[in-house]
């Protein structure tokens, strides 16, 4: 079994930053892609910003110049650090990660329960 254990999240006034962290473990043999992705009250889920195994990043066009995406593939954790934060950006934030199990292969889409990301004007 795979989980996805995030942290970071809370409230924080308009201006400010914070640092979310998502840490996969389990029945791991690789990751691909990492990436977060954050949902409003009665709105779609949207990608944020994601990032591949050899670091590649791409992001929300509302959230680029103020976030980055990072992986510390040895301890495979990502990160997102939001800068400059806005009203626009309160959600709950989720990780994502593609994993191929140990046993049985494959490639699998794992989600992390969501993280509480609330900034105030």
Known sequence: QVHLVESGGGLVQAGGSLRLSCAASGNIFSINGM????????????????????GGTNYADSVKGRFTISRDNAKNT???????????????????????????????????QGTQVTVSS
């Not at 709105?43 to 994601?50: D, G, M, P, Y």
């Not at 650090?81 to 490639?107: F, H, I, W």
């Open 78 to 112: 990502v990160y997102l650090q939001m800068n400059s934060l806005k009203p626009e950006d309160t959600g709950v934030y989720y990780c994502n990660a593609g994993v191929v199990p140990t046993t049985p292969r494959g490639l699998y889409d794992y989600w992390g």
């Open 35 to 54: 990436g977060w992705y954050r949902q409003a009250p009665g709105n779609q889920r949207e990608l944020v910003a994601a990032i591949t195994r050899g």
